[in-house]
C-alpha cells in the first residue's frame, strides 16, 4: 500500500513580479507505508503540478542523509498532467530510490523545494518558496537476520581468495592475498573489511584502500568489494593467513548462509647466515689479538705518560697566580688571618706586577687591631670589606718564574 499526500501550498510566496496570484502550485508527495527491509529499495515520488507552464525546471530536494542511500533511476524526472477542478494542470514528477542502511524509523525531514510558473493572468514567472510535509519510511530485519554482525541482506553472495607469491618465504619476501566479494541485491558498501588485521610478528602486512564497484538494474543494486594486503616476511617458522567466513541472509531463501576462504599455511626461513670458515676464524683471531696488543700498550705506557702529564698539569695550576687568589679567598671566607696573610704573600710572588693589595694589607691591620686589641669589637663588617676589596685586586696573573721571551732577541 501507498499513501498520497497531497499539500495544497496556500501560504504567501516571493514572487519576482508583483502580480496578485492567487492560484499556487500543487505538489504531491507519495511514500511506501509498508516497512521496506534494510538494504532493499523503496520508492518515493515528488509531483508538481502548476495551472500554466513552468518557464525553468523547477529545483527538487536531494533526500539524502545518514544511514540513506539515494538513487534517480534512469529518467528520474518526467512531465506530467492532471484534471485539477474541471481544468488541465501540467507539470514534471520526480522519482527518487531510497535504501535504508540501519533499522528503524528514518525521517527524510522537512525538505524544500522551489517552483517557478507563469502567472495565469499575466504570463509573468512567478517564485515559488515551498516546503514538503515530513516523509518517514520504517525498515525492518528479517527475523531470521537479526543475529547477523555485520548485517547483509541480499539475495546473492560469494567470496574469492587470489594468492600472489609463493608460500615458502624467505625473510624479505613478500605475498599478496586479494579478496573479493560479490553482492547482489543491495550496495556493496554494507560489504565489511574482507581481511582481518594481522597479529603475527613474523608477518609485517601492508593493506591497500578497499575497491568498491556498484550497478544499477532496474532499482536493484549489486556490486563488489575487493580487499587486498601484501604481507612481508621478519622472521623464520610457521604461520597462516587465517580463514575467513562471512555470515549473510539470502532473501531468496529466507536463511542465513555462510561464504567462507580457506586459510593460507606459510612457511618462513629465517635469514640465512654465512658459514664460520677457517679464513674467518684467523681473521676475528688476528682483529681480536690486535685489540688485545693495544689494550696492553696503552696500561702499560699510555697510563704512566697520563698519569705523569696529569700530575704536571696539576702542579702547574697550584704554581699559578690563579690558584694563589683561591686559596687568599679561601682564607677570608674562613676568617683566618694567619693564613690570608701567608696567600697574600704568595700571590704577590707569582704576579709579576699585583695591584691593589695596599687596600687589601690596611683591611687585615684593622682586622688585626681589632682581634688583639682589649676592647670588644665586631670585625664581621671588615671581613666582608676584605673579601670586597679582594675582588678588586688586578696583576698580571703570569708566573714570575716563566717570562715570556722577549720579541726580538
Known sequence: M???LTLLLLLPCAA???GTATIQPQITVEAPTEDVIVGQSAMVRIKVLVPTFMPSPPVFPSLEQENLLVRLPERASGPVSESVSGETWSGVQRSYRVYPLVAGQIDLGIADMT?????????TPTQVSAQLSPITINAVVPEGAASLNPLIIATGFELDQEIEGATEMQAGDAITRRLTA??????????????PENQDTLLRSYPKEPRLTETEDRGTLSGQRTDEVVYLAQGGG???LPPVSIQWYNLTTNAVETVE???VDLALTAPKT???TTDKLIEYAFWAGLAAFVTWAFMRWGTPRFRQWKDARRQAFQASPEYALTQLRHALQAHDLSGTYSALEIWKLRCSDPQ???????QLERIGAARYSSETIQVTSDWSAAISTLNGLKGAHQDRTQPLPPLNP
Open 2 to 4: 501507498r499513501r498520497l
Open 16 to 18: 519576482l513580479s508583483q
Open 115 to 123: 517552483v517557478t510558473f507563469a502567472d495565469p493572468e499575466t504570463n
Open 182 to 195: 560479490r553482492i547482489t541485491g543491495t550496495s556493496p558498501i554494507l560489504v565489511p573489511e574482507l581481511i
Open 238 to 240: 610457521q604461520t597462516q
Open 261 to 263: 576462504v580457506p586459510g
Open 274 to 276: 654465512d658459514p664460520l
Open 356 to 362: 691593589g693589595y695596599k687596600a687589601l694589607e690596611e
